[in-house]
């Protein structure tokens, strides 16, 4: 059995950008984390020890970022990197960062990245 956590369209303020504008204004980004994480036991016992805690998932990605990157790339792969430290039970995963409104002229959605492992 395969089972999956996933928190979805998480939105900061932040200041990752290449152009030194983008940096001093920041922008609206939003990550989508979907993680192959064991909860087997909480589907049994309903208890929290047996599961991702959600918040503390949420508090990762936040901290990561408030950490201004240029890249969207570095940004997803810092996330990655954190969470498994956090939650070495992680067994993969999808991490998707995207910025909202990106400077590029003619730019009508999002701009974002995935990591998949």
Same mark, same amino acid.
């Given at each position: ?6 928190? %979805? ?8 950008? $290449?152009? +030194? ?34 918040? *503390? =998932?949420?508090? #990762?990605?936040?901290?990561?970022? =408030? #950490?201004?990157?240029?890249?969207? %790339? ?7 990197? *954190? ?13 998707? $960062? &995207?910025?909202?409104?990106? +400077?590029?002229?003619? =730019?009508?959605?999002? &701009?974002? $990245?995935?990591?998949?492992?």
């Amino acid at each position: 059995m395969k089972t999956i956590i996933t928190l %979805e369209k998480m939105r900061f303020f932040a200041r990752h950008g $290449v152009m +030194p504008q983008e940096r001093a204004t920041g922008n609206w980004f939003e990550v989508s984390a979907r993680l192959e994480y064991p909860f087997e036991q909480a589907m049994s016992d309903d208890n929290l020890s047996g599961t991702l805690d959600y918040g *503390a =998932a949420y508090e #990762t990605i936040r901290l990561e970022m =408030a #950490t201004p990157s240029k890249l969207l %790339e570095h940004v997803a792969g810092r996330i990655k990197s *954190a969470l498994e430290r956090q939650f070495p039970e992680i067994a993969g995963g999808e991490i998707t $960062v &995207a910025k909202l409104h990106p +400077p590029i002229p003619g =730019a009508t959605g999002p &701009a974002s $990245v995935t990591v998949i492992w």
